[in-house]
């Protein structure tokens, strides 16, 4: 069993910047996890942002946020980060962070089903 919390959204300005956390209540278990994180606009579907593998080796980003996005994580914290730069307001959503039990520590993806969600927090990008 896995307890997550997010934090760091916030009000931002049109290409600003802000660091989202996602603390684990472990991850020095004996099992491997992969990390998500994933946003929701109302109205709109969820989507998978980026995910990082257990090693920190791996990760992935959605086509909207490569290149402006980085993800990372500490094991020694139980910490993941996601680091967001150059910000816009599509971009605001509730971001959630998620956890998936797997047997490999090389690998993530957004597309599986994932165990453990936080209770997600809040980024609005505007004026």
């Known amino acids: 069993q896995l307890q997550l919390a997010e934090s760091g959204g916030d009000l931002v300005q049109p290409g600003g910047s802000l660091r989202l956390s996602c603390v684990a209540s472990r991850f020095t278990s004996n099992y491997y996890y992969m990390i998500g994180w994933f946003r929701q606009a109302p109205g709109k579907e969820r989507e998978g942002v980026s995910c990082?593998?257990?090693?920190?080796?791996?990760?992935n980003y959605a086509d909207s946020v490569k290149g402006r996005f980085t993800i990372s994580r500490d094991n020694i914290k139980n910490t993941v980060y996601l680091q967001m730069n150059s910000l816009n307001p599509e971009d605001t959503a509730v971001y959630y962070c998620?956890?998936?039990?797997?047997?490999?520590?090389?690998?993530?993806?957004?597309?599986?089903?994932?165990?453990?969600w936080g209770q997600g927090t809040q980024v609005t990008v505007s004026s």
């Open positions: 990082i593998s257990a090693t920190g080796g791996n990760s």
């Open positions: 998620a956890a998936r039990s797997v047997r490999s520590p090389f690998w993530c993806s957004t597309a599986g089903e994932y165990d453990y």
